[in-house]
């Protein structure tokens, strides 16, 4: 059974930091691409990053931009998201995704894109 379970959030102040974990199983973590995304109630889900499987390519919306870094750990089978200087922008349910890299258009962060999803963790800010 695919699985991928976020953990990680919480309540921060602005201009904190924080690091999410994706921790995968049940499929072959080398093959697939990961994506983070995040939704607030009402709103589309966004795709924020993205990392690729093979040469570990990163991608970013300009939302996070030089604020996010998104890494992986195909040993361990688990994406990060090192989240810096916060803004009560970011507060949002974020969730991991994964999809065969091979299927994914390069650099997408289409969430229609992404097989499978995790429950999501949530993140939030203050002010």
């Known amino acids: 059974e695919v699985q991928l379970v976020e953990s990680g959030g919480g309540l921060v102040q602005a201009g904190g930091s924080l690091r999410l974990s994706c921790a995968a199983s049940?499929?072959?973590?080398?093959?697939?691409?990961i994506g983070w995304f995040r939704q607030t109630p009402g709103k589309v889900r966004e795709g924020i990053s993205g990392?690729?499987?093979?040469?570990?390519?990163?991608y970013y919306a300009d939302s996070v931009k030089g604020r996010f870094a998104i890494s992986r750990d195909n040993a361990e089978s688990t994406v990060y998201l090192q989240m810096n200087s916060l803004i009560p922008e970011d507060t949002a349910l974020y969730f991991c995704?994964?999809?065969?890299?091979?299927?994914?258009?390069?650099?997408?962060?289409?969430?229609?894109?992404?097989?499978?999803w995790g429950q999501g963790t949530q993140v939030t800010v203050s002010s």
């Open positions: 995704a994964a999809t065969p890299a091979l299927r994914l258009t390069r650099r997408s962060l289409a969430a229609w894109e992404y097989d499978h």
């Open positions: 990392i690729n499987n093979s040469d570990g390519t990163t």
């Open positions: 049940g499929f072959t973590f080398d093959d697939y691409a």
